[in-house]
């Protein structure tokens, strides 16, 4: 996309002269002769950059700069005079402006003065993702000491310690397959390089390309600025492609070419850039399947399953569901400054029936809607509610496998169908007493008393 560029200024033939250089150049550009069309200009087109005379018919441009760095912060404004003095550029570049040109100027240093906005401008979009990924990686623990987290834990030492070799990391949606690549990267040598994260079903098919390998300047006819590709901002540090099962064919050719000799070429060109990038991929698709079906690429996924990490379903860490309960809501309580509740042992014992079938993501949104929610000292069973049972745990109610889902089936009916044969199976172990079958159910005799009178149990 072109850079957006205004000019303010009330003379029409340098006006004009302005607009079509920068445009030629490949700018995007709107003009104005007066501050209340600048006004009116910056309002709707929002541009990136601001060429503003500072002697206009209707008042001083230097007197607006204040007011418009105020409301458009990120904008670049560039003074243009012909009184040119010390002092009044002191004072625009305390007032926040970008630069200052003296008219008459050549347009060969309005041009340099773009590039060198550009330059800084991407420079400071580095350091606000290295910031980002400074404060995300922060974030970054592996919760849990059941058996097969500290397996997890020691295997993602193993690799790190290699810090070339790539990764496929396989597992159900919200394991944590990120986290796994996160952690590889922050204990290998690579750590003080970038991690670039990559969700490839996120990108539009027709930009995946451009994104991942960039582009070259004027490699179109409205692409007359360079893009750096994500492989790119990544050299040095660690590449996650996630849902990399979503790449097209043609994308993974070009792939598996920079697996084997580490070199990309940007759209548009004809020159090669060896990159020094490791690179994670991760999916909770069935590769294999998908090979057998023409969609994946065979050689790809040997070249990528050099090393490959397979992420347990928190169904089946159950040492840990309390643990990372516990973690989520201190977290989330201290961000809220609200006292951290205690779990009661009947909303324990709720949270470990629970299959999660989407995981430590769905157990932390879980937790973070409880905290927002609840004010209690203590969060019991009921609180919990709102998780269904799990089909299949119950004699009698069917198991995934052999649901079918034809004309007649309906969710919400099939859930009911769950509930009522948990409810009616703790009602018989009670003998039909409410306030101990409410216990065994983790909820309150209010709410089990509500569901009975809703089934018609009897």
């Known amino acids: 996309m072109a850079v957006k560029v205004g000019i ?16 030629d150049e490949g700018y995007e550009v709107r003009v104005a002769s007066t501050l209340e069309e600048g006004w009116k200009l910056v309002d709707e087109f929002s541009p990136q950059v601001l060429l503003l005379d500072i002697r206009l018919p209707d008042g001083n441009g230097l007197d607006s700069l204040h007011k418009w760095k105020e409301q458009y912060p990120e904008m670049a ?3 243009l005079t012909a009184y040119g003095d010390a002092k009044t550029a002191v004072r625009a570049i305390k007032e926040g ?18 590039e060198k906005w550009m330059k800084q ?10 910031r980002e990924e400074e404060r995300r990686t922060k974030l970054v623990r592996m919760i849990g000491e059941s058996e097969q987290m500290n397996e997890l834990k020691d295997k993602i030492s193993l690799i790190a310690e290699s810090n070339d ?35 490839c079903a996120s990108i539009p098919p027709d930009l995946i390309e451009m994104e991942l390998f960039g582009r070259e300047k004027n490699s179109a006819p409205d692409q007359s600025q360079p893009k750096i590709g994500l492989m790119e901002w990544a050299d040095g540090g660690t590449l996650f492609l996630d849902e990399i099962g979503d790449l097209s064919l043609d994308i993974q050719v070009k792939l598996l070419r920079f697996l084997e000799d580490k070199k990309i070429k940007r759209i548009g060109s004809v020159h090669d850039i060896e990159m020094n990038v490791r690179v994670i991929a991760a999916t909770n698709r069935s590769l294999e399947k998908m090979i057998q079906e023409k969609e994946f690429r065979s050689d790809l996924y040997y070249r990528l399953n050099v090393v490959p990490v397979k992420l347990p379903p928190l169904r089946e860490r159950e040492n840990d569901i309390v643990m990372l309960t516990d ?14 509740p205690m779990l009661r042992a009947d909303a324990k014992k709720r949270l470990l029936n629970y299959d999660w079938p989407g995981n430590v993501r769905e157990l932390k949104n879980t937790i973070e809607r409880i905290a927002i929610l609840h004010r209690e000292n203590e ?68 709410a089990l008393q509500r569901r009975i009178d809703k089934y018609d149990i009897t």
């Not at 303010?8 to 445009?23: H, N, V």
């Not at 396989?170 to 990267?185: D, F, N, Q």
Request: net charge negative; charged share 30%; with cysteine.
């Open 379 to 446: 969060l019991a069973a009921h609180h919990f509610d709102f998780l269904n049972p799990v089909e299949g745990q119950v004699e009698g109610s069917k198991s995934i496998e052999e649901v079918v889902f034809d004309k007649e089936f309906s969710l919400e009916d099939h859930i009911e169908s769950i509930e009522k044969k948990y409810i009616e199976k703790a009602i018989q172990d009670a003998k039909w007493n409410i306030t101990q079958a409410s216990k065994l159910l983790g909820i309150s005799r209010y």
């Open 97 to 114: 402006a970008f630069d200052y040109l003296t008219k008459p100027f050549e347009l060969e240093e309005l041009k340099i003065t773009l």
């Open 165 to 199: 070799t790539t990764v496929l990391v396989r597992g159900e949606t919200g394991t944590g397959k990120e986290l796994v690549a996160r952690s590889i990267h922050q204990q290998s040598h690579r750590h003080e390089g970038p991690f670039v994260a990559v969700n």
């Open 77 to 79: 404004v560039m003074m």
């Open 327 to 340: 973690y989520f809501l201190n977290e989330f309580c201290q961000q809220m400054r609200k006292d951290t």
């Open 121 to 130: 401008h991407h420079l400071e979009k580095e350091v606000e993702r290295y």
């Open 8 to 23: 303010i200024d009330d003379e029409t033939t340098l006006r004009l002269t302005l607009q079509m250089f920068l445009e």
